[in-house]
């Protein structure tokens, strides 16, 4: 796939105003603040914010602050999703102000414990200058599980917190994390979209279990169903945990006005190791390689191993773009942090330039059909390896499918403009500006 310039022309242009911007949100890992810090460094960060854990709010100091100068929103994840089930509580949850030796329940987040919870997120999020708030959320099964009506109430009452404590200014984004299933089901959907009206949020954060960038064709469509139930709220929709041509094709169907996800990590919601004991290993995954044009996530020598399997795959597959990788493959395998991030910006930055109403045609021909063109050809490689080649294979049947109800939906599209994030460089007039 093509890279996309970002640079801007030589000189004024006045020809028409460009599409307001689609929105990337980017979860920060515990040792991702490297990578981030060098990019904002060069100027290279086009993303709209960082969504930092309050369990390392020290370690990423120097991040939240580079990114708070640099324009980009600081986001405040709480945890509480992670600290109320069994495998996901820790000690470092416990060790937050809102936290406990054991997991959360519902009698945490009610009355006075409630409003004590909420304000010390609040005290937090001020005293670490975040620009906005995930709201305090949890799991939920059902429109009718009992968490999801507490935790509109907590959404409530952290806004009250905020603004009496000289937060009105800082946003609250509510994530609602449920099961790819109630995604499909209209009369839940609407239900949801109803309890939501009057909430206090800036955005609605949809993150959806069992969906992620491997959706097949199907999977994207019932998402943006879905996610076009919330559009109702009049709110800017975001998908959390979702990339690839997946998230990429809910921004161009304009299901969704921006995707957040990790870096190259947490492109799939799943929430399976949070339901059973805590395991610890003491070992780090190693960062992934982001092959684009095959729209794949690989590991390290998994990547390097195709690549390198014939002459023709290199010149195929390899990296061209010199900003992220002026040595090609070499620093693909060796920065894939850097790789991936400038890639999946630049296939944002694409995506959204194209005016709507013919937005999702092109995003088909320019970002799809390509993808699966490459894949019919390597798929069909003589490869040592037979697991890669079964997984090419795999990956070839979903993009395809991918292509093909893509292009149909795109030929019967009718582009309504979803509600969009707004920077926080739009949302904070500059002194003189």
Not at 3 to 10: C, H, I, S, T, W
Not at 162 to 184: E, F, H, M, N, T
Not at 226 to 254: Q, R, T, Y
Request: proline residues 6%; hydrophobic residues 40%.
């Amino acid at each position: 796939m093509a890279a996309v310039d970002l640079g801007q022309p030589n000189g004024p242009r006045h020809l028409r105003s460009a599409p307001a911007p689609l929105g990337l949100y980017l979860r920060v890992g515990r040792n991702d603040h490297t990578v981030l810090l060098e990019l904002i460094a060069r100027g290279d960060a086009q993303c709209f914010g960082l969504i930092l854990e309050a369990t390392a709010a020290k370690r990423h100091r120097e991040l939240r602050q580079q990114a708070l100068a640099a324009g980009l929103d600081t986001i405040l994840d709480p945890r509480t999703q992670a600290a109320a089930t069994i495998g996901g509580h820790s000690q470092e949850l416990a060790a937050l102000p809102w936290g406990l030796a054991r997991p959360h329940r519902l009698e945490d987040f009610k009355d006075a414990a409630g409003q004590r919870r909420m304000a010390s997120i609040a005290d937090f999020a001020l005293e670490q200058s975040f620009t906005q708030v995930l709201a305090p959320t949890h799991l939920v099964n059902a429109s009718t599980d009992p968490w999801f009506r507490i935790d509109c109430e907590s959404t409530g009452t952290l806004r009250r917190q905020l603004d009496s404590a000289g937060g009105r200014k800082v946003q609250i984004l509510y994530s609602l994390a449920i099961p790819y299933a109630l995604l499909r089901d209209e009369h839940e959907c609407e239900a949801f979209v109803a309890a939501l009206t009057d909430i206090p949020a800036d955005a609605i954060w949809l993150r959806i279990e069992g969906l992620g960038a491997g959706a097949t064709a199907n999977g994207v469509r019932n998402y943006m169903l879905g996610a076009n139930a919330f559009k109702a709220l009049e709110k800017p929709v975001v998908a959390d945990g979702i990339g690839g041509l997946a998230g990429l094709s809910l921004l161009a169907f304009g299901a969704a006005g921006g995707i957040a996800h990790g870096i190259t990590f947490g492109e799939r919601v799943d929430h399976s190791t949070w339901r059973r004991p805590r395991v610890e290993s003491p070992f780090g995954r190693k960062r992934r390689v982001y092959l684009s044009d095959l729209d794949l996530l690989l590991e390290p020598d998994i990547a390097d191993e195709l690549i390198h399997s014939s002459p023709r795959a290199a010149g195929l597959l390899s990296c061209r773009d010199t900003h992220c990788c002026p040595r090609g493959i070499k620093d693909t395998i060796e920065n894939p942090g850097r790789h991936y991030l400038i890639q999946r910006m630049k296939q944002i930055v694409g995506v959204g330039r194209v005016p709507l109403a013919v937005r999702s045609k092109q995003f088909v021909d320019d970002f799809i059909r390509p993808a699966s063109d490459v894949l019919a050809q390597v798929s069909n490689w003589s490869l040592k390896n037979e697991d890669v080649l079964k997984m090419l294979r795999k990956q070839r049947r979903r993009v395809d499918g991918l292509r093909v109800a893509m292009r149909t939906l795109a030929a019967s599209f009718e582009p309504q403009r979803p509600a969009l994030p707004r920077t926080r460089i739009a949302r904070e007039p500059r002194p003189g500006l």
